[in-house]
């Protein structure tokens, strides 16, 4: 009998300490998927984030280390210039990328680092207890702005894969969810490509994966995931970004 089906070797058999609903176990999925069918599981080095993901090093079946909050990119740059050949990613969530980490990100980004980053945007402060993010949303509730979000406040949520695709050295950039099928197999093709043109060595790359928070939006997952196809998609467009490669120096 053909196999249809089997679980991805890029992860490991640990069960996941994750909410119901929650969209970290199939990004997951995703790039453990994606590395193994690139080839480069066995010596791929991911970096954890501080947040919801602090334990990914228990599920993804290459080694990881664990940086401290914000300071993947750093982290990051530092094993891929002593590991040039090796494929060398970050997981990261909003909280931790888009506020402490704001400015690891960005240079990262702008030094053209070879590595890539997956930036899970929940839009709000999980691990923590719900606070609001840098992408939290206007009008949003968490438990620090319990009226929701305002402009006068807080200014205007980051879109930060926008942002990031305005300096030189990240090469690509792309948004996508996991809401259905059909974005499951958009997301899987966006974190391929990433990590395809990390090894091409064209300057780093970047995917923002739009994911749902139940327990701390107060929704049931089904209702969290209508309300990230509602609200957070209109906010932050789904679709490649940025595409380039960068210029050879003469």
């Known amino acids: 009998m053909a ?9 490991t058999d640990n069960e996941l300490h994750y909410c119901p609903g929650c969209h970290h176990g199939i990004i997951h999925k995703l790039v453990g998927e994606c590395l193994t069918e690139l080839g480069l599981l066995d010596e791929a080095i991911g970096v954890c984030p501080v947040g919801c993901s602090v334990f990914a090093f228990n599920y993804f079946n290459c080694d990881m280390l664990e940086a401290a909050h914000g300071r993947a990119p750093a982290v990051a740059t530092g094993i891929k210039r002593t590991h040039p050949a090796q494929a060398v990613f970050t997981y990261q969530g909003d909280g931790d990328l888009a506020s402490i ?3 690891e990100i960005v ?3 702008m030094r053209g680092e ?5 930036f899970v945007n929940n839009a709000i402060y999980g691990m923590t207890g719900g606070q609001m993010a840098p992408t ?3 009008g949003q509730r968490a438990t620090t702005c319990q009226s929701g979000r305002t402009v006068e406040q807080a200014g205007m949520p980051i879109r930060v894969a926008e942002m990031l695709a305005t300096l030189d050295g990240c090469v690509y950039a792309e948004r996508v969810c996991v809401t259905d099928i059909p974005n499951l197999n958009k997301a899987k093709r966006a974190i391929k490509k990433a990590f395809e043109k990390q090894m091409k060595r ?3 790359t970047f995917v923002e994966v739009l994911s749902t928070c139940p327990t701390n939006w107060g929704m049931t997952p089904v209702k969290a995931v209508e309300w990230l196809k509602e609200n957070m998609i209109p906010y932050y467009p789904l679709g490649v970004i940025k595409d380039a490669g960068l210029k050879k120096e003469a």
């Open 136 to 138: 939290t949303l206007i």
């Open 107 to 109: 240079h990262a980004a």
């Open 3 to 11: 196999i249809v089906y089997e679980k991805t070797p890029g992860l």
């Open 101 to 103: 980490g704001a400015a």
């Open 114 to 118: 070879k590595i890539t980053t997956i």
């Open 202 to 204: 064209e300057g780093f």
